[in-house]
């Protein structure tokens, strides 16, 4: 009866368990740390498509490679843009959220230049992910347990200036950090720190070289792998 609102409904769930918990413990009003684990949550599940997601879409696409000779970027292409739907989809609850608790605030203009980075950086390194994918079975396995582990080593929940000493290389050297933070502080109404978006253009700098190179040399066999 409910539909796609439970997806949302999901979200919601879970970003109302984080709040109350994670509040508590640091001693902050759930007003605050309400839209910043909710909105941490939805941007996460954008840049982890290419470890949760991405290596399984060309094998769960095979029998249509085997038979038709679509270019392999279509098959990404769908996969990510369904990613991104279920995002904008959540945003409707996300903005509901905010007004419950009386923490609406306008989007910064960053925003409209963080989508597209996010999405290309997907694009590039899920393509390479669904590529590992189908050419070594165990990275179907072994990318989803490596994202549940960065989902803990990222600021999703927790704030990034109570990280001190040798552990703030895990913001640094993060670019999944830079990835959830360009598209979070805009929904938040702020604007994104320098180090997010230098961790985000060049990991899309990377990802685009890498992509030229590897899939440019192994896309032909795909076809084979699947």
């Not at 490596?146 to 993060?174: D, E, S």
């Not at 992509?211 to 440019?216: E, Q, S, Y």
């Amino acid at each position: 009866m409910l539909g796609s609102l439970w997806i949302a409904g999901g979200v919601v769930a879970t970003s109302l368990a984080l709040a109350i918990m994670i509040g508590g413990i640091q001693g902050q009003l759930i007003q605050s740390v309400l839209p910043y684990i909710m909105a941490g949550l939805l941007c996460f599940s954008l840049s982890s498509y290419v470890l949760n997601e991405a290596p399984e879409v060309y094998m769960s696409a095979a029998s249509i490679i085997k038979n038709h000779a679509h270019p392999y970027s279509y098959y990404s292409f769908e996969s990510l843009s369904r990613t991104f739907f279920i995002f904008f989809h959540n945003l409707v609850a996300f903005y509901l959220m905010l007004a419950l608790v009386g923490s609406l605030a306008i989007p910064h203009w960053s925003i409209l230049i963080a989508i597209p980075v996010v999405y290309a950086n997907s694009f590039l390194w899920g393509s390479l992910a669904a590529m590992l994918g189908a050419r070594f079975r165990d990275m179907r396995f072994l990318l989803p347990f490596v994202g549940q582990m960065l989902f803990f080593l990222t600021p999703v929940f927790w704030i990034p200036t109570n990280m001190g000493g040798w552990r703030t290389a895990l913001l640094h050297f993060n670019p999944f950090y830079g990835l959830l933070e360009i598209v979070r502080s805009p929904l938040l109404g702020e604007a994104p720190p320098a180090v997010a978006w230098n961790l985000s253009l060049i990991s899309l700098s990377l990802g685009l070289v890498f992509w030229l190179i590897f899939f440019g040399a192994f896309r032909r066999k795909i076809a084979f792998w699947v």
